[in-house]
């Protein structure tokens, strides 16, 4: 679990301090106290922008200098804690910083330490936002299972853009670039789509086993956006660069990829179901989720950040929310605007006020 996580000059927390955690963690305070502050600085200690998807230059708080660092010591069963952190340098505002135990290195190792997942209010649109969405939301679940999916991912997109500009120079690219570039463009698609095909089928068997309550349960499906096989992506390609040049960019491809949700029972659209039963549908995938990682071979610590996620539970739904996060062994950090929602876990857990960006612990 993640320890003596330590925030300074990010977003309103000029210097805060956050130690002695539990497996259940509860930032409680006003709205805009800083608790998701909390939660996004944690988040930052994995690959990508974190759970607000935020750029660099938002994150450092405004009468500070433009520069920000967040810390925390991972603790490791009978191990020596390894210290993580990230930032951004005043002087580099557009340049994050990692550092493992010390050492500067690329975001994507973090993955390789721990895996962390967060529900946050702003997901309850996933679906019917667009499908891009869903597709960092399903990453982000495969990078639990697969700390390598960061790398293949960053290099896809590398390819890709590198292949967008290609398609979009006034004059003709050189086919033996193009090659080369579409080749790289596979590989590394394949092993993305192939990851978030092997997750997705995984997780519709481990929901398909769950009660169709207190949660309701969805059914998902993995829609390709190509050929999964790089060399049959290869092939698709380069038989579709003309079409693909008069668009200015590639149609074919992981990065068209859909993950489709509907209601079980229902056969409903999860796009079409109500609020309430979007928002039941997000926590029952993210419960299965981390079932499917106790049962796996993952041996990595996880965390799971839920923001403001307890307190438009009805009492049976969240006990049964707390029941399932109790049989689990990831550390849980949860923010609510006050404690009652947390009264059936708030004996075993470690309780924090935060108030104008400064963490006071209450137990």
């Known amino acids: 679990m993640l320890d003596r996580i330590l925030l300074s000059r990010f977003r309103n927390h000029r210097e805060t301090a956050v130690e002695g955690t539990a497996q259940f963690n509860l930032l409680v305070g006003e709205n805009g106290a800083g608790k998701t502050n909390v939660l996004e600085a944690i988040s930052l200690l994995s690959p990508g922008r974190g759970l607000r998807r935020a750029g660099l230059g938002d994150m450092p708080g405004q009468d500070f200098d433009g520069g920000f660092a967040v810390s925390a010591a991972l603790m490791v069963a009978d191990e020596e804690p390894v210290q993580l952190g990230t930032g951004v340098l005043a002087e580099r505002p557009g340049r994050r910083l990692v550092q493992i135990n010390g050492a500067e290195a690329p975001a994507v190792r973090l993955a390789e330490w721990m895996s962390i997942g967060w529900l946050t209010p702003a997901m309850d649109r996933l679906f019917v936002e667009g499908a891009g969405a869903r597709r960092r939301f399903l990453d982000r679940l495969v990078l639990a299972v697969r700390p390598d999916h960061a790398g293949n991912a960053t290099r896809l997109e590398s390819a890709l853009r590198e292949r967008n500009r290609l398609l979009s120079d006034d004059l003709p690219p050189d086919p033996r670039w193009l090659d080369a570039i579409e080749m790289q463009l596979a590989e590394a698609g394949s092993l993305v789509a192939a990851a978030r095909a092997e997750l997705v089928e995984r997780l519709e068997e481990t929901l398909a086993a769950l009660p169709e309550s207190p949660f309701a349960r969805p059914s998902l499906a993995y829609q390709p956006g190509g050929p999964i096989v790089a060399e049959a992506l290869a092939?698709?390609?380069?038989?579709?660069?003309?079409?693909?040049?008069?668009?200015?960019?590639?149609?074919?491809?992981?990065?068209?990829?859909?993950?489709?949700?509907?209601?079980?029972?229902?056969?409903?659209?999860?796009?079409?179901c109500s609020t309430g039963e979007q928002k039941a549908m997000l926590i029952a995938i993210t419960l299965a989720h981390s079932q499917l990682l106790e049962t796996g071979t993952e041996q990595r610590p996880r965390l799971l950040l839920l923001d403001e996620v307890a307190a438009h539970l009805d009492p049976l739904r969240r006990e049964a929310l707390f029941d399932r996060l109790r049989a689990g062994s990831a550390q849980v950090w949860l923010t609510g605007t006050e404690l009652a929602p947390f009264e059936a876990i708030a004996s075993e857990a470690t309780v924090w006020e935060v108030s104008a960006g400064a963490v006071r612990r209450l137990g």
Do not use: N
């Open 235 to 272: 092939q698709a390609l380069r038989s579709g660069r003309a079409r693909e040049r008069a668009a200015q960019r590639t149609l074919t491809g992981p990065h068209r990829d859909e993950i489709l949700v509907t209601m079980a029972g229902k056969g409903q659209p999860a796009a079409e």
